[in-house]
């Protein structure tokens, strides 16, 4: 049996469809009944929708171990995609107890259970970081932790501590670490919502940049390495590092809406993001934060080799994937 936390998110509910399309047994972790119909429209979005009924729900929380304990019951393996992702600095606790303390309880069921092999969904916030003579990040990169990161940087990195933990303690784990994902459905929430400013008319564009994946690269990634003998180790999953600015040009093009035609300057994203916390204090959630506004005008590259010698992984080009 496979259970799969956060099955109902963009990357757990592609994995649950990949993982059933192989006639695996597939075990699914939910909270809210309705986030199952995204799920649905996922298998529809694929004309599987008849696989749906092959997965095994399960309604329980990674922060209430009580509801996990019938769960692990005959699991020999586990993918763990659940998560909060915010930028919001309000959420900081929210992102310690969903990320650090919710993980830390998947793997110590893990070994509680004799669970064969876990693969944790990280993400390239958690890699380390670059010195003044480098350019590209590995999986090797050394975190500092006098640089400043931000609430979901730490939160990611502290759940990785949760994952090598367990593995010290003799659990069989591997870790990815995605890039910005893209995918189908979900598209007003999370990278999802790139997708929902573009086709509402997004007119700045920045010439900073990141390293993108699709997000059935990142599945496919993740079966292989469960699949392998590779244990204790990180994959970090990018395709490519792509500008905001040709991202959402293509995306733009692609939805047949105008293109972003201003270049926001940095001054601007300063402006922007402290008037967004301006706005915060009259109850309005958190869109850019200071550390976010800088990011935008940063190009950040990474080394995606090691997946692709160890598992034969070849990365589709973000262009193809949005134009196919």
Same mark, same amino acid.
């Not at 259970?3 to 109902?8: D, E, K, N």
């Not at 990815?176 to 990278?191: A, D, K, Q, Y």
């Given at each position: 049996m496979i259970l799969v936390t956060g099955a109902t998110g963009l990357v757990g509910s592609h994995l649950?469809?990949?993982l059933v399309s192989q006639n695996l047994q597939v075990r699914a972790l939910f909270r809210k009944e309705e986030a199952r119909k995204r799920v649905l429209q996922v298998?529809?979005?694929y004309e599987k929708p008849d696989l749906y009924d092959k997965i095994e729900w399960v309604q329980a929380d990674i922060l209430d171990?009580?509801?996990?304990?019938?769960?692990?019951?005959?699991v020999d393996q586990v993918y763990h995609c659940a998560a909060l992702i915010s930028f919001d600095p309000k959420d900081e606790e929210k992102l310690r107890k969903a990320n650090i303390e919710g993980t830390a309880n998947i793997v110590n069921l893990c070994i509680d259970f004799g669970v064969k092999k876990l693969c944790h969904v990280s993400s390239i916030a958690a890699l380390g970081d670059l010195k003044d003579f480098e350019s590209v990040t590995t999986e090797e990169t050394e975190w500092n932790p006098e640089v400043h990161h931000n609430d979901y940087a730490i939160s990611k990195y502290g759940a990785e501590m949760e994952v090598w933990r367990g593995h010290q303690e003799g659990l069989q784990v591997v870790v990815v670490n995605p890039?910005?994902?893209?995918?189908?459905?979900?598209?007003?929430?999370?990278?999802?919502?790139?997708?929902?400013?573009?086709?509402?008319?997004?007119?700045?564009?920045t010439k900073g940049g990141s390293g993108f994946v699709t997000v059935d690269d990142v599945v496919n990634s993740m079966i292989n390495l469960m699949q392998s003998e590779i244990n204790g180790e990180r994959f970090i999953l990018v395709s490519e590092t792509i500008t905001y600015q040709?991202?959402?040009?293509?995306? /733009?093009?692609?939805?047949?809406?105008?293109l972003p035609k201003i270049?926001?300057?940095?001054?601007?994203?300063?402006? /922007?993001?402290?008037?967004?916390?301006?706005?915060?204090?009259f109850g309005k959630k958190r869109t850019l934060s200071k550390s976010m506004a800088r990011t935008l005008h940063t190009i950040e590259y990474y080394?995606?080799?090691?997946?692709?010698?160890?598992?034969?992984?070849?990365?589709?080009?973000? /262009?193809?994937?949005?134009?196919?």
């Amino acid at each position: 049996m496979i259970l799969v936390t956060g099955a109902t998110g963009l990357v757990g509910s592609h994995l649950v469809l990949q993982l059933v399309s192989q006639n695996l047994q597939v075990r699914a972790l939910f909270r809210k009944e309705e986030a199952r119909k995204r799920v649905l429209q996922v298998f529809s979005f694929y004309e599987k929708p008849d696989l749906y009924d092959k997965i095994e729900w399960v309604q329980a929380d990674i922060l209430d171990v009580p509801s996990l304990e019938a769960v692990f019951e005959n699991v020999d393996q586990v993918y763990h995609c659940a998560a909060l992702i915010s930028f919001d600095p309000k959420d900081e606790e929210k992102l310690r107890k969903a990320n650090i303390e919710g993980t830390a309880n998947i793997v110590n069921l893990c070994i509680d259970f004799g669970v064969k092999k876990l693969c944790h969904v990280s993400s390239i916030a958690a890699l380390g970081d670059l010195k003044d003579f480098e350019s590209v990040t590995t999986e090797e990169t050394e975190w500092n932790p006098e640089v400043h990161h931000n609430d979901y940087a730490i939160s990611k990195y502290g759940a990785e501590m949760e994952v090598w933990r367990g593995h010290q303690e003799g659990l069989q784990v591997v870790v990815v670490n995605p890039g910005v994902i893209l995918g189908p459905v979900f598209w007003t929430e999370g990278s999802g919502e790139i997708y929902d400013r573009v086709r509402k008319g997004l007119v700045f564009y920045t010439k900073g940049g990141s390293g993108f994946v699709t997000v059935d690269d990142v599945v496919n990634s993740m079966i292989n390495l469960m699949q392998s003998e590779i244990n204790g180790e990180r994959f970090i999953l990018v395709s490519e590092t792509i500008t905001y600015q040709d991202l959402t040009c293509l995306i /733009a093009e692609k939805l047949k809406v105008n293109l972003p035609k201003i270049q926001a300057k940095k001054w601007m994203t300063e402006l /922007a993001w402290r008037l967004d916390y301006l706005l915060a204090l009259f109850g309005k959630k958190r869109t850019l934060s200071k550390s976010m506004a800088r990011t935008l005008h940063t190009i950040e590259y990474y080394d995606n080799s090691k997946v692709k010698k160890n598992t034969g992984t070849e990365f589709v080009k973000i /262009a193809d994937y949005l134009n196919g």
